[in-house]
């Protein structure tokens, strides 16, 4: 008689007792201990053998820590298997269970399993960067080795959780590092040396890489003990390199502080213009930076990128060739013949262009009617978003210099040399009054330093003669003393488009 909750099944071997959870060697029976199965007897160790331990789950993932995103949004666990999300927070994925449920930690430690359209790859060119497990002595050491200015490493920080920003810079001769903490809001907002806040660590980089902001220089070349200074990650000059053979260099079309301007012919299909670096006016790696730039913006109103010449000297961009030349030029010669509905066309395109210069978070800081160009149907395209951020920090050094664009910059910049997209916003009130002055010099009767006094006294722009009040309005609201003040792009392209209609 077999007793309740205590029963045995032969075919399998199963054992289950209510009295013990596993029964002892000398009360267990097995089928291969019955006279039916003689000469078996051997087997049962093998029937009774345990499993191994369940090894660790990470040491199944091939592609374990391979890729870090960034949540989108906020998610909350809905069992203890899953991995709550924070908005702007980084995540290291562990394992991509199926394509819509994947394994990852957060920079805590902690794991589970999160959905995929919850959180983006970090691939940007912004987000395109590593935290290096290194000292303050050992990240000073490889700084003065590389002896760049505004070479930067990202290190961990001596606090747990938390990150360091590690800056070189040489001034006259004298170099120095500092050391900024990234630090948060208790909002979860990142910032370093000013609350310039950030939803993430890769944006807080990436603002910093075109401005100090309050650090000792900008964030000029990433460096990592592994592969030293990388200025041009994720360019790849296999896709965008031109060789020089492809190209029929024919007149000077231009110049500027940067290099000279040559139309082209590629490969004997099509105009393009063919801009070669002068010599001492930017690093090799600037000039590349303004090609990993230029490439990533993809708008009608931006001056196309078709490829880059790096195996000879002087170093070329070739772009496509807008065949009225510089904007301030055609509205010398050409702006008394064009109508009102060209020139608010013209303010419309510039505002195209630069508003999707904002939404990807890139500043112009030279913008100019100088620095736009007109094509064969008089279309108006932004040009030099890339190089021009390099030539201000090597060569307009003084804000009452004459290679300053002073007439151009807001109180900000004229005082504190701080660039933002609403720094740009007021040089767009100022090439606003270009056009619609058919290109007259902006405080034409005015030194540079006559131009500081008066803007930070709030003197402005008058109202040039065919503008309306309207459009005059509009570009007064440009020019408003503080950054806050000023409308954004977006905001400046939907008035101008109620202005047309």
């Not at 005015?446 to 008066?454: K, W």
């Amino acid at each position: 008689m077999i007793q309740s909750n205590q029963f045995i099944f032969c075919c399998c071997c199963v054992v289950q007792s209510s009295n013990h959870m596993e029964m002892d060697e000398r009360r267990s029976s097995t089928c291969f201990q019955l006279q039916i199965y003689p000469g078996r007897a051997r087997r049962e160790d093998r029937s009774r053998r345990r499993l191994p331990p369940t090894p660790p789950i990470e040491e199944d993932y091939e592609d374990q820590g391979l890729l870090r995103v960034v949540a989108t949004c906020d998610l909350m666990e809905k069992d203890d298997t899953d991995l709550r999300l924070i908005k702007g927070e980084e995540y290291t994925i562990l394992h991509k269970q199926t394509q819509h449920r994947w394994r990852a930690q957060d920079r805590m430690g902690n794991r589970g399993f999160i959905p995929s359209n919850y959180v983006k790859e970090m691939v940007s060119m912004d987000a395109n960067l590593w935290c290096c497990n290194i000292t303050r002595t050992e990240a000073e050491y490889l700084l003065r080795q590389e002896d760049k200015e505004g070479g930067y490493v990202l290190r961990t920080s001596s606090h747990q959780g938390l990150y360091t920003v590690s800056v070189y810079s040489k001034t006259a001769g004298f170099s120095c590092i500092r050391h900024y903490q990234i630090k948060h809001t208790d909002s979860g907002q990142f910032f370093l040396a000013e609350k310039y806040t950030f939803g993430s660590i890769p944006e807080v980089i990436t603002y910093h890489q075109h401005n100090a902001a309050g650090l000792v220089t900008r964030l000029r070349y990433l460096i990592s003990p592994m592969r030293r200074s990388l200025p041009i990650a994720g360019f790849s000059s296999e896709k965008w390199e031109i060789d020089l053979s492809e190209l029929t260099i024919l007149d000077e079309v231009g110049s500027g502080q940067f290099g000279v301007v040559r139309l082209g012919m590629w490969k004997g299909q099509g105009k393009v213009a063919i801009k070669a670096v002068k010599e001492n006016t930017m690093h090799d790696e600037d000039f590349i930076e303004e090609a990993k730039v230029m490439m990533r913006m993809d708008h009608p109103q931006l001056v196309k990128l078709y490829g880059v010449c790096l195996k000879q000297q002087p170093l070329m961009l070739v772009t496509e060739f807008m065949d009225n030349g510089c904007l301030l030029n055609f509205l010398r010669q050409r702006g008394r013949t064009v109508g009102g509905a060209w020139l608010l066309s013209t303010c419309q395109d510039i505002c195209q262009g630069m508003t999707y210069l904002e939404r990807h978070n890139y500043l112009h800081r030279d913008l100019a009617a100088r620095n736009c160009l007109v094509d064969h149907q008089q279309k108006v395209k932004v040009s030099d978003f890339g190089m021009t951020r390099y030539v201000l920090d090597n060569q307009y050094t003084s804000s009452i210099g004459c290679k300053f664009p002073v007439k151009w910059s807001p109180p900000e910049v004229l005082h504190f040399s701080k660039y933002s997209s609403k720094s740009d916003v007021w040089s767009f009130g100022v090439v606003m009054w270009e056009v619609y002055s058919e290109g007259r010099i902006p405080f034409e009767n005015h030194s540079n330093q006559e131009v500081v006094e008066n803007i930070s006294r709030g003197v402005r722009l008058y109202r040039p003669h065919r503008a309306t009040s309207q459009i005059y309005n509009t570009m007064y609201r440009c020019w408003h003393e503080t950054p806050l003040g000023r409308p954004t792009f977006s905001e400046l392209l939907e008035q101008l488009n109620d202005i047309e209609e």
